[in-house]
């Protein structure tokens, strides 16, 4: 199985020989390396790999935990094909080719892209800040994997961000800007794997694509129905 592997460690020569090694030694076999951050001599690295299906986890993790500065901070099942240029820019192509379905392609390829579970486009109420941040969030569309009935976070619909659901779940929410839409999207454990936070750069990369695909679907998202599946937080 295809597995999202995401390590913090310091940001120095040999180290990530190091991480490399370890996972090779472990039985992964690197197709992807991604640099999320490098900051005040630390590095934040995804790895994407292909995992023997038999082969247990915590071998890997007891493995990257001895090298000195090491931390993983994640490992979870990749749902989508490792990152590849111009994945995002094809997908909005999709989107202006089809608008009239242009909202649920953009849900269905999302968490591909984010190695995530699902997404969902949720619809805010037009009442939400008279309400002081509460009420009732209507499903506009939800991709194949999300659950029934959605878990949807406490949305605040001005803003890109990144939070945790009280029972640990990961999101990122990204507004449309209009209608109250927002889109949502959700990685969560399944043991023995523990799925790590959205990073700023794939809220950044989600917020990127959600602009792009409201400038193009435009007052389409004003015409998005409400069906009858809802979700309270």
């Known amino acids: 199985m295809l597995l999202r592997v995401r390590v913090t460690l310091p940001d120095r020569p040999g180290t990530l020989g190091q991480v490399a090694r370890t996972l090779g030694v472990a039985g992964a076999d690197i197709v992807q390396v991604v640099v999320l951050e490098r900051l005040g001599g630390r590095a934040v690295d995804d790895f994407t790999v292909v995992w023997p299906g038999t082969a247990r986890v915590d071998r890997l993790l007891a493995g990257?935990?001895?090298?000195?500065?090491?931390?993983?901070?994640?490992?979870?099942?990749?749902?989508?094909?490792?990152?590849?240029?111009?994945?995002?820019?094809?997908?909005?192509?999709?989107?202006?080719?089809?608008?009239?379905?242009?909202?649920a392609t953009?849900?269905?390829?999302?968490?591909?892209?984010?190695?995530?579970?699902w997404a969902a486009a949720a619809v805010v109420p037009v009442d939400w800040a008279e309400r002081g941040g509460t009420g009732t969030a209507t499903l506009a569309y939800a991709s194949w994997r999300a659950p029934v009935p959605a878990r949807l976070p406490e949305i605040t619909p001005l803003r890109a961000r990144a939070l945790t659901g009280p029972t640990?779940?990961?999101?990122?929410?990204?507004?449309f800007g209009r209608a109250g839409l927002v889109l949502v999207v959700s990685r969560a454990d399944v043991a023995p794997l523990t799925a790590a936070a959205f990073h700023a750069t794939e809220v950044d990369r989600l917020a990127q694509l959600v602009r792009a695909a409201a400038v193009i679907l435009g007052d389409r998202l004003d015409l998005v129905g409400t069906p009858p599946a809802t979700a309270t937080f």
Do not use: F, K, T
Not at 95 to 102: E, F, I, K, L, Y
Not at 106 to 117: N, Q, R, S, T, Y
């Open 64 to 103: 990257l935990a001895a090298i000195p500065g090491v931390r993983v901070d994640g490992v979870w099942r990749a749902i989508g094909s490792p990152i590849v240029g111009g994945q995002d820019a094809e997908l909005l192509a999709q989107v202006a080719a089809n608008p009239n379905d242009g909202l």
């Open 106 to 117: 953009l849900v269905d390829a999302v968490p591909g892209l984010l190695a995530a579970d």
């Open 168 to 175: 640990g779940e990961h999101y990122a929410v990204a507004p």
